[in-house]
């Protein structure tokens, strides 16, 4: 692994830590000054753990190239994102998540945010918790969220191309390309909403689980930003479970299995306790039915969400249709399965499509609302683990040509 890619992975750890560590505080009621002392000793153990190990070191030459494809296409993304910010974000970011973020960071009447059944207090707090520890230290509720999202953003582009870059440097710059151009993916991460987020976190734990082989301490990683998909987002749940599903034959091992509990125990904890104790049920699930499964025989519901999935497919992620169909075709020519990581984010967006077909909401709205979000939570996945496919395959098709 490359140290550009294993300080975007130990940065993730930090930013996760923070939301749990002053969630804790908040229970624990405990004062600024001790929560950031009890911060600095947590994100410095953090930092040691995640010390750089069996990192592939460029030389120097091609070190300073990197930093200067790095920064341009940051520079050109961040650009893209400056030209449709707005002071407080998307409409869901200073009616939720801002707002949620705000609550949290009065120390003093915090829980009277579980009291508001309309701001959606049941979803997960690490962006909020995250936002809060800052603007609790002096910053404000417009400029925390906006860095924060522009943060996250540029994470998962500068983690997808030094991750790709170890495969093949051409690809890595043509999906860089694509990301730093992509204006969908500036207004989704000057949104501020917790998909970016999650799809930073889901993106980490597929990355991390690779180099588990290498070394084991890589499955702490793994673990603990699958942890952190169940504390970012009620969606991440689905997310979590099927990355740990996936990968249960290697997490479940004897000797593998410390490194998985050190890694997914106490974010995991935090969030059951957020859950069972402070927030109501889920709305979606709450309102569920006997009428609820009787909508799977509803065929129009499945031409609505296919209808709408291609007009987002076409508008928002039209490079991700191109590179499904090279993926596929490729699949096909070479006779052979897709990888596990490719499946499971397939699988996460049968999943996610899933959800309307029961949904209690008006199915119009929740799609217009909410499908295009989603979709985003799965591409920065999506794109890493086809590319890897589509890698590996020429790879072989190559070699054996040459042969």
């Not at 869901?92 to 009447?109: E, I, K, P, R």
């Not at 501020?192 to 689980?209: G, H, Q």
């Not at 952190?228 to 979590?240: D, R, Y």
Request: charged content about 10%; glycine content about 6%.
């Amino acid at each position: 692994m490359q140290q550009t890619a294993r300080s975007i992975l130990t940065l993730g750890l930090c930013m996760g830590a923070v939301s749990v560590i002053y969630f804790l505080a908040l229970v624990m009621q405990m004062p600024v000054w001790l929560i950031v002392v009890v911060m600095a000793i947590a994100l410095a153990g953090i930092v040691m753990y995640a010390r750089p190990w069996n990192v592939e070191e460029a030389p120097g030459r091609s070190v300073m190239m990197r930093v200067l494809i790095i920064a341009i296409a940051l520079g050109w993304l961040g650009s893209n994102m400056a030209f449709v910010a707005t002071r407080h974000g998307g409409w869901d970011a200073w009616a939720l998540w801002n707002y949620h973020a705000q609550m949290l960071s009065d120390g003093q009447h915090w829980k009277l945010l579980f009291a508001d059944h309309n701001g959606h207090p049941d979803y997960p707090l690490l962006l909020p918790a995250f936002n809060a520890f800052f603007i609790r230290l002096g910053g404000t509720v417009v400029t925390v969220p906006l860095f924060t999202a522009i943060l996250f953003t540029f994470c998962i582009v500068v983690l997808i191309y030094s991750q790709l870059a170890t495969r093949n440097r051409v690809a890595a710059i043509v999906v860089l390309c694509l990301l730093a151009t992509d204006t969908s993916l500036a207004q989704f991460g000057v949104s501020e909403y917790a998909d970016t987020t999650l799809a930073f976190f889901f993106l980490a734990a597929i990355i991390s689980k690779e180099y588990a082989q290498a070394d084991r301490r890589y499955l702490a990683i793994a673990a603990a930003m699958a942890a952190f998909c169940f504390w970012t987002k009620n969606e991440g749940v689905l997310l979590g479970v099927l990355f740990l599903a996936f990968n249960g034959r290697i997490f479940f091992r004897r000797h593998h299995l410390r490194y998985f509990l050190v890694g997914i125990a106490v974010p995991l904890i935090v969030w059951a306790v957020f859950k069972m104790v402070y927030a109501p049920p889920n709305d979606l699930v709450s309102r569920a039915d006997g009428n609820t499964l009787l909508q799977a025989r509803d065929w129009n519901r499945y031409v609505a969400i296919y209808r709408h999935f291609t007009d987002n497919l076409n508008t928002h992620f039209h490079y991700c249709k191109i590179l499904f169909w090279l993926w596929l075709i490729i699949m096909l020519l070479r006779r052979r399965m897709p990888s596990r990581n490719t499946i499971m984010v397939l699988v996460a967006l049968a999943g996610y499509m899933g959800i309307y077909v029961f949904t209690h909401m008006d199915l119009e709205w929740h799609l217009i609302t909410s499908q295009g979000r989603l979709m985003h939570q799965l591409m920065p996945a999506f794109v890493y683990v086809s590319v890897v496919d589509i890698l590996g395959d020429l790879r072989m098709v190559s070699y054996r040509f040459v042969s």
